[in-house]
């Protein structure tokens, strides 16, 4: 696939790491010699400076010829302007743009985005897709990963066992035993370094982040057998009223009336406008790492910090101070792979990577066949994807023992007419099945094989 890159910043530069590594043929382009230097001399990638919505300059990088387009710069004008360009004069198939302004995502303006008017074939927002993934992680405190599939009826979930787990050393055929209406699939362990597909005589040790997929109904039940029984917060302080900060608070004041939201700002003029606009939320204007101001938020008795300022390091100390003064829970935005590593050994809190989130948004777009949803772990050892079973499709037929799976993926779930089916070795795959897969790298064209559209689709 040949793609067009317009944007190296962080987020240009961790999506064209991504699918150069996946063996496309990746070129960037940007207005910095010094950021496209330095991206063509760390990647297998092509450079183009130059702005990325000249039609001179998208030529010279190929658009005739591409496959896609990805628009990341920091200016969402910019970014709809270089897909409308893409599409009249060079018909890029498909074109993602990021937009950050809420006034173009307002829904009284979704036909905007359209062929005849802005041609985006699909827009990213970041700061939306972060602020999601906070609430997802207050609704489920003791997951570290909590994504929804298939339309929300089952979730994948992932959890660190700690001594409190009380199904250590249970070998994992046993737990259907123990806990047979649980109806969950271990379908991965990260011990390490390594990412194992579990077989069903492996235990749980200490350490491990156990993923695993169940009906969405069931993982709260899921998580407190694995040892996490924390209940969802209800008094949290929020670090950053900025672009993510403010759709946080947007959506708690909007979803959850069980959360009581203190807010710290350090624009007066940002603190302001959020303290003017939300009735039931506390705003005070200071700094997150000012223990006196955290203390005003009464930092001792809240249950979770969220820190989402534009600065790792504000988000990394202000999660530090939180927990030395009392605060049960943490949880930072993180860029930069050593902070993350930071606050976990640690044991300062957890971490949310944007990057990540932005790289899982697109990846979907890049894969082949009837991929719905999926979600890349940080660290790229696996992805969870989720698809459509069509006519054609090679899972018809034999049942899953028959099959011969690879053992670098692991069926998670089946849903099949709105209804759960525990994938077992006799269970039959029928067309239509919206299926959950998590799959190691060198899975993942196997997984897009069994979603093509036809037998020809390659």
């Keep these: 696939m040949q793609i067009l890159i317009c944007g190296a910043g962080k987020s240009g530069e961790s999506i064209a790491e991504k699918l150069s590594s996946l063996g496309n043929e990746v070129t960037i382009i940007d207005s910095s010699p010094n950021l496209v230097r330095r991206l063509t001399n760390k990647f297998d990638i092509r450079g183009v400076v130059g702005h990325g919505a000249h039609p001179d300059i998208l030529e010279k990088a190929g ?93 994948f979930l992932g959890i660190k066992i700690d001594e409190n787990c009380p199904i250590i050393e249970t070998e994992i055929s046993d737990l259907t035993n123990l806990f047979p209406d649980l109806k ?47 209940k969802e917060a209800r008094k949290v302080v929020l670090v950053g009223g900025g672009s993510v900060g403010s759709e946080v608070a947007s959506l708690i004041d909007t979803m959850s009336d069980k959360i009581k939201l203190t807010v710290i700002e350090n624009n007066e003029n940002n603190a302001s406008i959020l303290s003017d606009k939300y009735d039931d939320i506390t705003v005070l204007n200071g700094s997150g790492i000012d223990r006196e101001i955290l203390h005003e938020a009464d930092i001792e008795n809240t249950e979770t910090l969220v820190s989402l300022t534009d600065s790792d390091e504000v988000n990394f100390l202000s999660a530090a101070f939180s927990s030395s003064e009392g605060c049960k829970k943490s949880l930072a935005l993180l860029n930069t792979s050593d902070f993350q590593s930071l606050i976990i050994s640690l044991k300062i809190g957890e971490f949310i990577d944007p990057k990540a989130i932005t790289i899982s948004s697109i990846l979907r777009h890049v894969r082949k066949g009837h991929i719905k949803r999926l979600y890349s772990l940080i660290n790229g050892d696996a992805e969870v994807i989720e698809g459509e079973v069509s006519s054609s499709s090679e899972l018809i037929g034999p049942t899953i023992e028959e099959l011969k799976l690879d053992p670098g993926l692991r069926i998670g779930g089946i849903i099949r007419k709105d209804k759960f089916i525990m994938p077992t070795g006799e269970t039959l795959i029928k067309e239509g099945d919206n299926i959950v897969i998590f799959a190691k790298p060198h899975c993942i064209h196997m997984v897009e094989q069994f979603f093509r559209i036809s037998p020809d689709y390659y």
Excluded: W
């Excluded at 409308?84 to 302004?101: L, T």
């Excluded at 062929?115 to 570290?144: F, H, Q, W, Y």
């Excluded at 040790?205 to 996490?228: K, M, N, Q, T, W």
């Design 63 to 155: 658009a005739k010829d591409a496959d896609m387009m990805i628009a990341i710069t920091s200016s969402d004008e910019i970014n709809m302007l270089a897909c409308q360009i893409g599409h009249s004069i060079f018909e890029v198939p498909k074109r993602i743009a990021r937009i950050r302004d809420k006034s173009y995502l307002d829904p009284s303006h979704q036909d905007l985005f359209t062929s005849d008017k802005l041609p985006v074939s699909v827009i990213i927002s970041p700061e939306n897709e972060v602020a999601k993934n906070v609430l997802r992680r207050l609704e489920i405190p003791g997951a570290i990963e909590n994504i929804p599939f298939v339309n929300g009826s089952l979730k």
């Design 184 to 230: 969950t699939v271990i379908v991965g362990l990260q011990r390490g370094n390594e990412m194992i597909i579990p077989k069903s005589n492996e235990k749980l040790i200490i350490g491990d982040i156990a993923y695993l997929v169940c009906p969405s109904e069931l993982s709260r039940r899921a998580v407190s057998i694995f040892g996490h029984p924390e």
